[in-house]
């Protein structure tokens, strides 16, 4: 499965110009389904549009979302906003589908533990929205809608557009010939638009992305954000929190089934291990014994070779994905730590973010959802 994944991702991954190069079976058969089955959903999509009913909830809704698959930084965004509404004093529901193996909710609840925020799971968000507030009633003040752009079933007061400053469109096709949800045009949609990774592309890879958006009619409010290493925990151990400094002097073998394996490897790098090797697998993907294997040999080569301490390092999404069987690997296995951060760009930071968010909430719903001087 994991193999098919790579070869169906390498062709939907590959830009028009690229595709002479393909082998010939991977052009002369897969791309033309793909090609198909990107039209059937951007008419599927269409018809959805047009037929779909959204309900309204009694608390304002901050959707989350983004125009490609994986990689933009959605679930960062989202603990950063249940955190900000937290200690205003205003308690947030997440709404998450709780796909594929469920490691973004996992992750949500473990990080968020220390909040007032509650989590609903399930893929008819408006039902779990209803069934939360029956529950809790006054104790929710917002809802926080994970992955929402393209969810209908829900009205929301604000969207938040993630982009993925290292890969912004890909080919600019739709999903599953590219990595499009929508057309770019859907920009236009967007109350705020936050460029994530911003710090690991030039200014002019930036002036890009911003005339894409601006060409495709988005003239809401634009932030830059980037993902900062926090600490580090042994799998064993979620709670002790170790400095990110114990990886100096060692080779890391960084192991990931995420959206975005070169923003990982970024983060390890600028804390400045010995030596980095990687393993990257397909988003959400679960590792299997073969996998574990895999990724045993390959540590122990890596000992071998360099006559130094070696340790696995992974992703906190791959750790809530199956942190038991991390910890069935003979090794030693780190989880790095991270949280989004609003990138200081013409005075505006964390909280011009966060003021903004309440400015669109207080226009839409004619109320303050903070507390004065918050």
Known sequence: MEKWRRVVGGVAGTPDSG???????????????????????????????????????????????????????????????????????VSPLILTRGYAGGDESRMLRRRLSDTSAKIGVGPNRAAVATSMLRKYGAQIGVAILDDGMQHLSLLRDVDIVMINALNPWGNKHLIPRGPMREPLTALSRAHILL???????????????????????ATCPVFFS??????????????????????????????????????????????????????????????SSHDLQLIQDTLKKLVYQHKNNAAVLVTEKDYDRDPDVLRALDAKVWVLSSCLQIIPHEGQGDDEFMRKVREIITASRHVKLYKEGA
């Open 195 to 217: 460029i994530h990774h911003a710090n690991l592309v030039s200014q002019p890879q930036l002036k890009t992305i911003l005339s894409t958006v601006h060409d495709n009619g």
């Open 19 to 89: 595709v002479p190069g393909l082998p010939f079976l991977h052009r002369a058969l897969l791309l033309p389904l793909l090609f198909a089955a990107s039209k059937a959903l951007r008419l599927l999509s269409h018809l959805q549009r047009r037929t779909s009913t959204s309900t309204s909830l009694p608390v304002p809704v901050v959707s989350v979302g983004n125009l490609t698959w994986g990689g933009n930084g959605k679930t960062p965004m989202v603990d950063f906003l249940a955190r900000a509404f937290h200690r205003i004093g």
């Open 226 to 287: 980037k993902l900062v290493p926090s600490h580090i925990f042994q799998v064993n151990q979620p709670m002790h929190r170790l400095p990110l400094h114990v990886l100096h002097g060692i080779i890391v073998l960084c192991v990931s089934a995420i959206g975005c394996p070169d923003a990982f490897i970024h983060s390890v790098q600028e804390i400045g291990p010995l030596k980095i090797e990687r393993l990257d697998f397909s988003d959400h993907h679960s590792f």
